[in-house]
């Protein structure tokens, strides 16, 4: 069975520094074409996709937030963590982790998702 | 990179065909075969419905149906169940390495 499975603070301040973390079992991330994403949702509002590494290191940011992401993988631990820095009341949304299978380009498997609140 | 556009809502009665549209540009929709669909039911996960534009995932009705033409990807959902009531987004990769979603269109069903 495929899953993943976000977390992270569910509060924190503007213009502190978020970091989650998405553990993931039953694929692995040194599997050629793999890769594992994030993706947000503000409460109401459409999906925004944030990032995604692959299994060859091989790193995507969104381009409107390319400079506060950073996206690392520990392959022995099946995890992947995302850090975006210099956080603001509007980064509130539920992120989610989802797998990126091998020869397609969609997300295939998600997590339930995080939520987190940015507030003072 | 500008969200795919959506139209906000779509609705059918049960057993009708309805079509979601997702226009995007040469640099994301119109230029590559990589346009997947979501379906998102309320605070829920999305599920994939359908990648490379017309490829159903393992499990998913054959009711869910995807084409392209030019910038303009579509889903059709045939024979409209309550079941289908949800939100849905599309999805393409893009020029540069990326991907981006489309604005969103929920599915009411009459």
């Known amino acids: 069975q495929i899953t993943l499975k976000e977390s992270g603070p569910t509060l924190v301040k503007p213009t502190q520094t978020l970091t989650l973390t998405c553990t993931f079992s039953g694929f692995s991330l040194s599997t050629s074409g793999v890769g594992v994403g994030w993706i947000r949702q503000p409460p109401g509002k459409a999906l925004e996709w944030l990032a995604i590494?692959?299994?060859?290191?091989?790193?995507r940011h969104s381009p409107s937030l390319k400079s506060r992401l950073t996206i690392t993988k520990d392959t022995s631990r099946n995890q992947v963590v995302l850090t975006m820095t210099n956080m603001d009341p509007v980064d509130t949304a539920t992120y989610y982790c989802?797998?990126?299978?091998?020869?397609?380009?969609?997300?295939?498997?998600w997590g339930q998702g995080t939520m987190l609140t940015v507030s003072s | 990179q500008s969200a795919l556009t959506q139209p906000a809502s779509v609705s059918g009665s049960p057993g009708q065909s309805i079509t979601i549209s997702c226009t995007g540009t040469?640099?994301?929709?119109?230029?590559?075969?990589?346009v997947s669909w979501y379906q998102q039911h309320p605070d829920k996960a999305p599920k994939l419905m359908i990648y490379d534009v017309s490829n159903r995932p393992s499990g998913v009705s054959n009711r869910f149906s995807g084409s392209k033409s030019g910038n303009t990807a579509s889903l059709t959902i045939s024979g409209l169940q309550a079941e289908d009531e949800a939100d849905y987004y599309c999805s393409s990769y893009t020029s540069i390495s990326s991907y981006v979603f489309g604005t969103g269109t929920k599915v009411t069903v009459l």
């Open positions: 989802a797998r990126r299978f091998g020869g397609i380009d969609a997300f295939d498997i």
């Open positions: 590494i692959y299994w060859d290191d091989d790193k």
């Open positions: 040469s640099s994301d929709v119109g230029g590559y075969n990589y």
